[in-house]
């Protein structure tokens, strides 16, 4: 189920076009991730602006981007997003959130030895999709309701899964979903969920990127897009 819990009614939506953000110069992301496991950045997990390392080439992202190098991935990082010490789900290996609204928020999971050599040993897309269902949400009230609002009965959750689809990069696949969850007694009009995976040598990679609705339309929707099209691992 999508996420482990009853509670959530799920469907799939007509897909909405293209669902990466504007096109990125991946040199960008690569030249990080390159001088990370080169070591020329010791300090992993810290932000690498433009210039900070004179023995590497110069970097120069789009507008309003870090490129950051965190242990085996690197991404495009919106400038107006601050680390934070929250870890809300198991196998963190970061989380940011927005200067103005930490309902928008980016995170990076990592799992050593996840016992698979590539992606595609999860199965589908769709497979993978029930794998990580908990990092969607789950709802905490188990009782019965009748059907409305947009909601089947007993159901105060939904999530509509926008967009699935894979790409290739340097030999690895990467599986992309762009998933609208609800709640009952939710705001904003839902959250607006982006997520990327892949496996390398061994370890599974997963970002997750976050905003609620109100927000996502006034920006939010292409800075998390250009992010989550610019995640790359080792």
């Known amino acids: 189920p999508v996420p482990s819990s009853d509670l959530w ?23 990080a991730l390159a001088r990370s496991s080169r070591g020329i950045a ?30 085996g991935y690197a991404f495009l990082l919106p400038a107006k997003y601050n680390p934070s010490r929250e870890r809300p789900f198991p196998n963190q290996d970061v989380y940011f959130e927005d200067n103005f609204d930490a309902v928008s928020n980016i995170s990076v999971l990592i799992e050593p030895k996840c016992g698979k050599s590539k992606i595609e040993d999860f199965g589908s897309p769709e497979s993978y999709l029930e794998k990580i269902g908990y990092l969607l949400g789950q709802q905490s009230y188990n009782g019965q309701t009748r059907s409305e609002g947009g909601f089947a009965a007993n159901k105060v959750s939904a999530a509509a ?37 892949t496996v390398s040598d061994g370890t599974l990679y997963t970002m997750k990127l976050q905003s609620g609705d109100k927000r ?18 080792a």
């Open 9 to 31: 009614s799920v469907v799939r939506a007509d897909r909405v076009g293209p669902a990466m953000g504007a096109h990125i110069d991946s040199s960008h992301v690569a030249s």
């Open 161 to 197: 899964v926008l967009d699935v689809f894979t790409k290739s990069n340097k030999g690895k696949t990467y599986y992309y979903f762009e998933v609208l969850t609800r709640t009952a007694d939710g705001d904003e009009g839902g959250r607006h969920q982006l997520i990327a995976a």
């Open 42 to 71: 010791p300090n992993l997990g810290s932000p690498l602006r433009s210039g900070s390392d004179q023995s590497g080439p110069s970097l120069s992202p789009p507008s309003g981007f870090i490129p950051y190098s965190g242990d």
């Open 216 to 233: 996502w339309f006034k920006g939010q929707e292409r800075d998390l897009k250009q992010t989550w099209s610019s995640f790359t691992v």
